[in-house]
C-alpha cells in the first residue's frame, strides 16, 4: 500500500450520511467490496449475490473488487465492477467503476476482506450506504458501522457466513 496517501486517507474522517441499521430481509439495495480476482473466486462471490437475492428479497447487488494491473492485463472475465491502477488519480482515489458504485443507493455495504488496498478504502469511506459492515480493518475502522473481531485462520468464506447470520438474525436499532 502506498503509505503516503494512505496516511493522507487515515486522517480524514469518516463521511457525513444518514446512518440506518438494515438487516438482508429489509435490504434492496446491497454492495459487496471483495478482491475476487479469478474466475473461481469471481464465480463464488457471483453465486453468493444470487442466492442473497433468492433467500432475502435483495433486488439489487453491485459489487466492486480491485485488480492491480492495467486494461491489457485484465482477464476478460473481469466485468465493469473491477477498479484498475490506471482507474487511480495521483493521490489514489479511483475513478470509473468506483463513481458507478458510489452512485448506487445503497442500503447495506458489507466488505468481504480482512483487508482492502488503498483504492477500496477510498469506496468504503465515500460510499452513503445506510449501514457498512466489516471485520475489524487494519485501517479505517471509524467508516463502519458494525465491526466483527477477526479469526485467525478464518477463510473468506467462513467469514462472509458469519457476517450474513448476523445480519440475518439480528433486528438493529
Given amino acids: 500500500m502506498d503509505s503516503f496517501n494512505a496516511q493522507r486517507l487515515c486522517k480524514k474522517p469518516p463521511i457525513q450520511r444518514e446512518r440506518a441499521g438494515r438487516t438482508l430481509h429489509e435490504t434492496r439495495r446491497l454492495g459487496l467490496v471483495h478482491l475476487a480476482n479469478t474466475p473461481g473466486e469471481r464465480d463464488t462471490i457471483n453465486r453468493l449475490a444470487r442466492s442473497l437475492q433468492e433467500e432475502y428479497g435483495i433486488g439489487h447487488i453491485v459489487q466492486l473488487s480491485w485488480l492491480d494491473g492495467k486494461p491489457e492485463d485484465a482477464p476478460e472475465w473481469r466485468g465493469s465492477d473491477v477498479i484498475l491502477r490506471t482507474d487511480l488519480n495521483f493521490w489514489g482515489r479511483p ?23 488503498l483504492a477500496l478504502m477510498h469506496v468504503v469511506r465515500d460510499s452513503l450506504a445506510g449501514m457498512k459492515v466489516a471485520v475489524r480493518q487494519p485501517f ?32 438493529l436499532i
Fill in 95 to 117: 475513478s470509473g467503476a468506483a463513481e458507478s458504485f458510489l452512485g448506487a443507493d445503497l442500503d447495506l455495504l458489507i466488505n468481504l476482506e480482512g483487508e482492502l488496498p
Fill in 140 to 171: 479505517r475502522n471509524e467508516d463502519y458501522d458494525v465491526l466483527f473481531e477477526p479469526v485467525e485462520g478464518e477463510e473468506r468464506t467462513e467469514r462472509t457466513q458469519r457476517i450474513l447470520a448476523f445480519l440475518a438474525n439480528t433486528k
